[in-house]
């Protein structure tokens, strides 16, 4: 049997993170250098005794362009988007001078059916009535060109989980950084899942493909493919994780304001203040300031949108007057910082903030939760809401058992990107974990 939810859609919208969408940007900035250079040698290891290499299949998807992968198996043809590669087929490792906005996809046990050579479309993870749902399947999320010293690598739990994977840069044989898992899978299905209450909604099981996994109870075995997010849980479906509507009330009632600040570019800066008005509406009013020269905005992100905007990282905003998505410009960096502060409980927090000396984190400026040091994780999520759970908790548990983006905006307190920049890095592995 199968479950989870279902979407009303065709296809499955992958909310990148907006740290990630600046590094594709920049790539697209720096002069690129001939193909000719050494690039990025990628290993592909198999450590999980449940699947033998000749089971585990790799695909180079997420991204459309073909011309933006470029690479070759080491000693044999040439990579393409879409192609379902075993990692029998990729033992002598990978040769790759360019992947930019892609995605490195393993699945277990079965090839990927809805990707093919020419046609690298995400793979399906939420929809029972598309391919690929019931197969286990993960990811990491690339940008490297051999002309951007900006390239990096992550992995990625914002949109769902599934499988254990170890990603390990090196330069001249010499370890440089490790992504990782630190709890076994059924570990994690069960701690996540229990957010959840077990909802179909977010925990999708298969009877084949599933790994046994405890449920509400020790007698109530479930076998779990994957634990969908609350940041793609289909907004047609109600949220089953806790509900963040708690903290918005509290931050209402006590007529809590944020200082929103902090600095865009070598030009730009912004400056507001968030409150939660009579209607639950998030209202931001400041400034913007490019060249010296400020101009007044007001930001308005509606009771409607709220809760499931901190969540997803990406609501619908009235900017001025206008409905729109922000982008990576000052307005996203303005809207990523109070979200970014009701995920990490930061927002009304009554703790003392080591970056500001004499000051709570609630009355910090924003910039000051993650500059000018990036704070260790226990200041964070329950650290800064010691009696409230005032946080978004899944992002809160992942961070205490792997190096994966628990949500759009860990980067601001964890270190979960790996760089690649081609003068520091010549080596890649990336190994698939044993289940335990």
Same mark, same amino acid.
């Given at each position: 049997?199968?479950?989870?939810?279902?979407?009303? *859609?065709?296809?499955? #919208?992958?909310?990148?993170?907006?740290?990630?969408?600046? !590094?594709?940007?920049?790539?697209?900035?720096?002069?690129?250098?001939?193909?000719?250079?050494?690039?990025?040698?990628?290993?592909?290891?198999?450590?999980?005794?449940?699947?033998?290499?000749?089971?585990?299949?790799?695909?180079?998807?997420?991204?459309? /362009?073909?011309?933006?992968?470029?690479?070759?198996?080491?000693?044999?043809?040439? %990579?393409?988007?879409?192609?379902?590669?075993?990692?029998?087929?990729?033992?002598?490792?990978?040769?790759?001078?360019?992947?930019?906005?892609?995605?490195?996809?393993?699945?277990?046990?079965?090839?990927?059916?809805?990707?093919?050579?020419?046609?690298?479309?995400?793979?399906?993870?939420?929809?029972?009535?598309?391919?690929?749902?019931?197969?286990?399947?993960?990811?990491?999320?690339?940008?490297?060109?051999?002309?951007?010293?900006?390239?990096?690598?992550? %992995?990625?739990?914002?949109?769902?989980?599934?499988?254990? !994977?170890?990603? &390990?840069?090196? *330069?001249?044989?010499?370890?440089?950084?490790?992504? $990782?898992?630190? =709890?076994?899978?059924?570990?994690?299905?069960?701690? =996540?899942?229990?957010?959840?209450?077990?909802?179909?909604?977010?925990?999708?099981?298969?009877?084949? /493909?599933?790994?046994?996994?405890?449920?509400?109870?020790?007698?109530?075995?479930?076998?779990?493919? #994957?634990?969908? @997010?609350?940041?793609?849980?289909?907004?047609?479906?109600?949220?089953?994780?806790?509900?963040? &509507?708690?903290?918005?009330?509290?931050?209402?009632?006590?007529?809590?304001?944020?200082?929103?600040?902090?600095?865009?570019?070598?030009?730009?800066?912004?400056?507001?203040?968030?409150?939660?008005?009579?209607?639950?509406?998030?209202?931001? $009013?400041? $400034?913007?300031?490019?060249?010296?020269?400020?101009?007044?905005?007001?930001?308005?992100?509606?009771?409607?949108? %709220?809760?499931?905007?901190?969540?997803?990282?990406?609501?619908?905003?009235?900017?001025?007057?206008?409905?729109?998505?922000?982008? /990576?410009?000052?307005?996203?960096?303005?809207?990523?910082?109070?979200?970014?502060?009701?995920?990490?409980?930061?927002?009304?927090?009554?703790?003392?903030?080591?970056?500001?000396?004499?000051?709570?984190?609630?009355?910090?400026?924003?910039?000051?939760?993650?500059?000018? /040091?990036?704070?260790?994780?226990?200041? @964070?999520?329950?650290?800064?809401?010691?009696?409230?759970?005032?946080?978004?908790?899944?992002?809160?548990?992942?961070?205490?058992?792997?190096? =994966?983006?628990?949500?759009?905006? $860990?980067?601001?307190?964890?270190?979960? %990107?790996?760089? !690649?920049?081609?003068?520091?890095?010549?080596?890649?592995?990336?190994?698939? !974990?044993?289940?335990?």
């Amino acid at each position: 049997m199968q479950y989870c939810a279902s979407s009303r *859609h065709g296809g499955i #919208r992958f909310p990148w993170k907006k740290s990630f969408i600046t !590094l594709v940007a920049l790539s697209v900035l720096i002069p690129r250098i001939g193909s000719g250079e050494s690039g990025l040698r990628v290993n592909f290891i198999n450590k999980n005794p449940d699947y033998g290499s000749a089971q585990i299949y790799v695909a180079f998807g997420g991204q459309s /362009n073909p011309a933006r992968l470029v690479g070759k198996i080491v000693n044999g043809a040439g %990579l393409s988007l879409g192609t379902n590669y075993a990692l029998t087929d990729l033992q002598t490792g990978v040769h790759l001078t360019r992947f930019v906005g892609g995605r490195i996809c393993f699945s277990l046990g079965t090839p990927f059916r809805s990707m093919k050579p020419g046609n690298a479309n995400n793979p399906n993870f939420n929809n029972p009535s598309l391919p690929d749902f019931n197969i286990r399947w993960d990811k990491a999320e690339i940008t490297y060109d051999v002309g951007d010293p900006h390239s990096g690598i992550n %992995l990625s739990a914002t949109d769902f989980l599934s499988v254990r !994977l170890k990603i &390990q840069t090196y *330069h001249a044989g010499s370890l440089v950084t490790t992504l $990782t898992w630190q =709890a076994p899978i059924a570990t994690v299905f069960h701690n =996540a899942g229990l957010l959840t209450g077990f909802s179909r909604d977010a925990v999708c099981s298969d009877d084949k /493909n599933g790994v046994p996994t405890e449920g509400l109870t020790p007698r109530d075995i479930i076998k779990v493919v #994957r634990v969908i @997010a609350p940041s793609t849980i289909p907004a047609a479906v109600v949220n089953p994780y806790p509900s963040l &509507q708690p903290y918005i009330d509290h931050v209402k009632a006590n007529a809590i304001t944020t200082t929103i600040e902090g600095t865009f570019n070598t030009v730009t800066t912004y400056k507001f203040t968030a409150m939660i008005d009579s209607a639950g509406a998030l209202v931001m $009013t400041g $400034t913007i300031t490019t060249n010296s020269v400020p101009q007044s905005h007001v930001i308005v992100i509606r009771s409607s949108e %709220l809760e499931r905007g901190i969540y997803t990282a990406d609501p619908l905003c009235n900017v001025d007057g206008v409905d729109k998505h922000v982008g /990576n410009d000052a307005f996203g960096s303005t809207v990523r910082d109070v979200l970014a502060g009701f995920s990490l409980g930061f927002i009304g927090s009554k703790e003392q903030n080591p970056n500001a000396p004499g000051k709570t984190f609630g009355n910090s400026p924003s910039y000051q939760w993650y500059t000018p /040091n990036k704070l260790p994780t226990k200041y @964070a999520f329950q650290g800064a809401q010691p009696e409230h759970t005032f946080y978004n908790q899944y992002a809160a548990y992942l961070a205490t058992v792997t190096d =994966a983006y628990g949500f759009p905006f $860990t980067d601001l307190t964890q270190s979960p %990107l790996a760089s !690649l920049n081609p003068g520091n890095i010549d080596r890649m592995d990336i190994t698939v !974990l044993p289940d335990k």
